[in-house]
């Protein structure tokens, strides 16, 4: 298999230098030139940085047991997060993920925006615009390297949503998108997929993307996901993408308050 | 003991969460039920108090006529009897109808909600110990409550001066009929006595003797000898002993024991028995040691003594005399009754003003005395959040929301693996520019929407190796 991705490593390197020495002026004139693919950004809010890294850690260590126990007809390293309605965290917290399983020295991460209702992850990343995964689905002239952008940061990959299609879930259900994410998986670098995909319940395509992943992170908003929705998005889960039980799906409870947290003390630094 | 309660804290936290997470209804519901409480109490009329003070003695008018007999009770004055007879329908319907003429046009029912209504209104105090009694109407109009308080005393006065006078008049016709019938007796009675002395005239004699308590003799020594003999004073004694009996019993008849004249007469009466015993004394020795002139030529020829009265004639003539004994004096009583009575009804005039004192007539007051709108909002405030909290609650119950990764876990059986806290700068949208900006912008004016400037982990995450 040729090698898909032999930018990754030189991109990373050129993206690191954007992230501590670029300017706005700077990114325009790669742009301009043509030089280099346009940079996501990744921006998140300015919160409690320490909690709410530890945070992420602790769902990135409970996500990597997973990986190292794989034993599973499907590959724990691409990792779907949908949930049951919409507004409920699940692009926060695939940026997140993203950002914590960068602090992995030897990992990637390839961030996909798969959310046909709203796509926010292209729009935070400001990349809306960009050829992205439902033009590589649709296009079979277009390569993998054409749909992935370097970040901001250094590691982190994106896959823009693309142009919207009115046949989206055919699409990320085909072979295509399985292949795609063996492309991504392959080669020499661990690389982590996750896919940031619209809620079940307001989404087809959901279920079609889960048919690919390994791990399905749940997301439930406290005061705001209610049982029956979950108790149903769970239920088309488990009828139309395999079996659910707990070596596959796990549920992450949002917008908690901090006495829930399992970090209890914490301190900005 | 902690480790009992902390299922009761854990609940009471979920709970709690469970409102939290509604909030906003939460206090929408408070402020919306707070607002109507609030508009409801201020709303509401101010009340006046209006209040008279009148005096009613305790004694019933026919204490003078019914002495000596249970014919009331002693709780005549008391507030509960005022109130009772007050607060009769027969007295409040009549209020009714002077305040509204066409309050009993309007049917039964209206009319007993009326006064009904009437009857909330007042209410009575009373001086502990005392016999005045405040009359306190409660109305929202305070010259209404005024002219209330002043209708409400009125109609009692008159209905009991009428009733006592009624009473007294009833009593007075008795009397002067029982005075009648006596006055028959004793008359008959004096009658009897003649005929008895006329039919015995050893019974007169006997009379005569006893009366002159053994002086016979001397009243029948010649004139010379009667004149030398020390006089019988007995009875001007014994007639002041009976004119003081019979002012006492007049003055008991009008007055109690405590009275001043009373006592005073009581006192003399005491003096004047004293008086009496001492005089029958020295005049039983006089007469003992008595020695006429005419003795001293020799003893005149003796009288013979009145034969003593056969068993019979003695004891039917004891008979009668006890008889008119107990006339005269039952005559006596009743006499004195009747004056009592004409006295009490001289009392009881036309306007009662003897017996029933309005000691505070009724004014027009000037400061409402309720309703107590602070504390009434403050109630308010308190059940209109404990109604927000109850809506709250309710509202996520039904929704059936998680609250905590044990329901999260409980419901799907699934695995949590980790929290997410939420923060206030979760929100990353950019905020909406004001209305105004958003309408320049809209017609081509104004400036851009600013960039949002959010920190990123870029600077603190790629300085990690």
Redesign the interface.
């Known amino acids: 298999m040729p090698q898909l991705l032999p930018s990754l490593a030189a991109t990373d390197s050129r993206a690191v230098t954007a992230n501590n020495r670029a300017t706005p002026l700077v990114q325009k004139l790669w742009t301009r030139a043509g030089e280099l693919k346009r940079v996501g950004v990744v921006r998140t809010p300015r919160f409690d940085e320490s909690r709410t890294r530890e945070e992420f850690r602790v769902l990135k260590r409970h996500m990597m047991a997973r990986m190292e126990a794989d034993a599973g007809p499907y590959d724990p390293r691409t990792i779907l997060i949908t949930s049951a309605s919409p507004q409920e965290g699940k692009t926060t917290m695939a940026l997140g993920l993203a950002l914590s399983f960068m602090f992995e020295h030897d990992r990637r991460v390839v961030l996909i925006d798969a959310d046909t209702g709203s796509s926010e992850l292209s729009t935070r990343m400001k990349l809306g615009d960009q050829l992205g995964l439902l033009d590589y689905l649709d296009d079979e002239a277009l390569e993998v390297s054409d749909i992935l952008y370097p970040t901001s940061v250094r590691g982190v990959y994106a896959v823009p949503l693309g142009r919207p299609r009115i046949t989206a879930p055919e699409l990320m259900a085909s072979q295509r998108m399985r292949r795609l994410l063996e492309t991504l998986h392959d080669g020499t670098e661990e690389r982590i997929v996750i896919m940031d995909s619209g809620s079940v319940l307001s989404c087809s395509a959901t279920v079609s993307l889960a048919k690919h992943a390994g791990q399905i992170l749940f997301v439930a908003a406290m005061g705001q996901s209610k049982r029956a929705e979950v108790d149903e998005g769970l239920g088309i889960l488990h009828r139309q993408a395999g079996p659910i039980d707990e070596t596959r799906v796990a549920l992450v409870f949002n917008k908690t308050d901090r006495s829930q947290s399992p970090v209890r003390y914490s301190r900005r630094h | 003991m902690a480790s009992m309660l902390d299922p009761l804290f854990a609940l009471i936290?979920e709970e709690s969460?469970?409102i939290?997470?509604?909030r906003w209804l939460v206090a929408a519901t408070t402020l919306v039920l707070w607002g109507g409480a609030a508009t409801y109490v201020l709303s509401l009329p101010s009340v006046y108090d209006a209040w008279g003070q009148i005096y009613v003695n305790g004694q019933t008018p026919l204490a003078a006529t019914a002495e000596g007999m249970s014919l009331v009770g002693g709780g005549y004055g008391s507030p509960y009897v005022v109130q009772k007879t007050l607060l009769n329908d027969d007295n409040l319907a009549k209020v009714v109808l002077r305040m509204d003429p066409t309050a009993a046009s309007k049917g039964k029912a209206a009319f007993e909600v009326e006064m009904n209504r009437l009857r909330r209104k007042i209410h009575f105090a009373r001086d502990p110990g005392e016999d005045f009694v405040e009359l306190h109407v409660t109305d929202t109009d305070p010259a209404r409550a005024r002219d209330l308080v002043r209708l409400l005393l009125n109609q009692f006065i008159t209905r009991n001066v009428d009733r006592a006078q009624a009473d007294l008049g009833r009593a007075g016709q008795f009397l002067d009929g029982q005075v009648a019938a006596y006055d028959a007796m004793v008359a008959a009675s004096q009658v009897k006595i003649a005929e008895f002395r006329r039919t015995h005239p050893a019974v007169a004699a006997l009379s005569a003797t006893a009366v002159d308590n053994g002086l016979a003799a001397p009243r029948s020594a010649p004139a010379t000898v009667a004149q030398a003999a020390p006089a019988p004073r007995s009875f001007a004694a014994a007639r002041r002993v009976s004119e003081l009996e019979s002012q006492l019993a007049v003055l008991r008849s009008a007055y109690t024991e405590q009275y001043p004249d009373v006592i005073a007469t009581r006192r003399q009466l005491a003096q004047a028995l004293i008086a009496r015993d001492l005089e029958e004394k020295a005049a039983l020795t006089a007469a003992a040691t008595y020695r006429p002139p005419v003795l001293l030529g020799g003893y005149p020829p003796r009288r013979a003594m009145p034969a003593p009265l056969p068993p019979a004639v003695a004891s039917e003539w004891n008979n009668l005399q006890r008889n008119d004994e107990v006339l005269r004096s039952t005559y006596q009583q009743l006499l004195g009754k009747r004056v009592a009575t004409h006295m009490s009804q001289a009392v009881y005039g036309a306007d009662g003003a003897g017996k029933y004192q309005v000691t505070r007539e009724p004014t027009v007051p000037t400061v409402p005395i309720g309703p107590n709108r602070a504390l009434y909002l403050a109630l308010a405030g308190l059940l209109a959040v404990g109604g927000g909290l109850g809506v709250g609650w309710l509202r996520?119950a039904t929704?059936?929301?998680?609250?905590?990764?044990r329901e999260?876990?409980q419901?799907?059986q699934?695995?949590?693996?980790?929290?997410?806290?939420?923060?206030?700068?979760?929100?990353?949208r950019p905020p909406r520019p004001p209305r105004l900006a958003r309408v320049r912008g809209r017609i081509g004016g104004g400036t851009p929407n600013p960039p949002v400037i959010?920190?990123?982990?870029?600077t603190?995450?790629?300085s990690?190796?």
Request: proline share 7%; hydrophobic share 40%.
């Open positions: 936290k969460r469970r939290w997470c509604y996520a929704q059936s929301i998680f609250v905590s990764t999260l876990e419901a799907v699934l695995p949590v693996i980790g929290t997410l806290s939420w923060e206030p700068a979760w929100n990353t959010l920190k990123s982990y870029r603190t995450w790629d990690q190796p």
